[in-house]
């Protein structure tokens, strides 16, 4: 898998990369590099009219944590989802190793969706169709870089999985209210069953995730936000880090793809 990114030295859980973003091809099960990718336009050349999924994880991960769980989700949507994309890609960034390193982590969120907004832009340039799927705090680097962004529909589809941010930043005049324009449509995954969130988020913040329960006000997102749709999980995803293993997700998202879905729905 092409893994891109913007820890210092690669690896780094706690410090931004200084350089930039850095490109590598990596054998997910043993953690070695195969191909330095030497350049942003050499990463951007092998997506030319690529079908892309591109993965952002989340909080307190080491960087072979991240490879093992990019490495199941590749692999469930190689078996589920045959043919609907050429690339499955990795983002890394420093998230953390700790957990008790909330606010570090968070404020580091926010500083890499600048860098991760140009990058975006510039696979959406490329790509034959670019989708997104992030984790956990990987939903607010993902939707400020989206926010940042000054381009209309960048990716086609954002599948945000145990979402830890608020679960009123998706309605008007919220945080992330703005990143909704961005995206073709965005599929909001949560349950009630996620003990990250239902803990350890709640102390942090003081508020409800919208990787918990899904979003606060269900008549905004029905009347308001069209690209919006949610899917409840709470039968299939019993972990914070379940959705990469449940079939059912993978099967949501081929028929996001395919065909008609329903705002929302209990998988």
Known sequence: ??????????????????????????????????????????????????KVLFLIHGYNNEQDEVNDAYA????????????????????????????????????????????????????????????????????????????????????????????????????????????LSKVEKLFVLHSCKDGVLSVIYRMAEWDNALGLFGPEDRAYILNKAKNVYVANCKKVVDSHGGYKRANSVYQYMSSSINGNIQRFKTL
Not at 4 to 27: C, M, Q, T, W, Y
Not at 122 to 143: C, E, F, I, N, W
């Open 1 to 50: 898998m092409i893994i891109v990114s913007a820890r210092k030295n690669f690896n780094n859980p706690d410090v931004l990369s200084s350089s930039g973003h850095i490109f590598k091809e990596v054998d997910l099960d043993s953690d070695a590099t195969i191909v330095d990718i030497s350049s942003e336009q050499n990463f951007l050349n092998r997506l030319n009219d690529k």
């Open 72 to 179: 199941v989700i590749e692999k469930n949507v190689n078996l589920h989802m045959q043919g609907e994309y050429d690339l499955v890609i990795g983002y890394s960034w420093p998230g953390g190793d700790r957990g008790l390193e909330w606010w570090q982590s968070k404020s580091r969120a926010n500083a890499v969706a600048r860098r991760l907004r140009f990058l975006l832009e510039k696979m959406s340039g490329v790509t034959s169709s670019l989708d997104l799927m992030s984790h956990s705090l990987g939903a607010r680097v993902t939707l400020k870089a989206l926010k940042q962004s000054n381009l209309s529909s960048l990716i086609r589809h954002y599948y945000c999985t145990a979402a830890a941010v608020d679960n009123e930043v998706l309605e008007e005049n919220e945080e992330f209210s703005d990143s």
